[in-house]
């Protein structure tokens, strides 16, 4: 059941992406201002190409969208971890990881939120800031595992990028 949940709501995040479509006249020196200096520059591009906020050069409203992509998957990785520890887990030190992850997505989910209250009042250095502790939050969490379970794995990577991404934008507009 949680790896239907994490496989959807991962494809969801990037079916709202793609929902947009491609707008021919996307402000080219957004992308390349900000995309660069992404950990995941392809998504980057894949992203704001398709934010209607980037067409009308409304960049301020950039991060919206990123946000909302990042507290969703953050949302998700929370909620998986709390069902794989519903489960048996013999191994003393993954059980203890796992509930470590707990803490770290409660952290990440607080920043994030902080994030858009922040995004109502322009503090973009702040937004920049609490994004970036919400990338290294999710890092924190695969850190402490030999093998990162699977499904957490490919959650927690997309709450970097997408919290990457929105500081990134954030600290461009600051």
């Known amino acids: 059941m949680a790896k239907f949940w994490s496989s959807s709501l991962f494809f969801l995040s990037f079916v709202l992406v793609t929902l947009f479509g491609n707008i021919p006249n996307v402000k ?21 190409q398709n934010d209607p ?10 991060p919206s969208i990123v946000l909302s992509i990042a507290q969703d998957n953050t949302t998700s990785s929370y909620n998986l971890v709390q069902s794989i520890l519903q489960q048996p887990i ?16 409660k952290y990440v989910s607080d920043n994030l939120e902080s994030c858009n209250d922040l995004l109502r009042i322009a ?18 969490c695969n850190q402490g595992f030999r093998d990162v379970p699977p499904q957490l794995k490919q959650l927690s990577k997309v709450v970097q990028e997408f919290s990457d991404l929105s500081a990134v934008i954030a600290y461009d507009l600051e």
């Open 53 to 62: 906020y980037v067409y009308k050069g409304d960049n301020h409203s950039l």
């Open 90 to 105: 013999k191994d003393p030190n993954m059980k203890d990881q796992l509930i470590g992850c707990l803490k770290n997505y």
């Open 28 to 48: 080219a020196d957004i992308l390349d201002d900000v995309c660069p200096k992404t950990i995941n520059p392809p998504l980057c591009f894949q992203v704001l």
């Open 123 to 140: 503090n973009y250095r702040k937004i920049s800031f609490l994004a970036s502790a919400a990338m290294y939050e999710s890092l924190a």
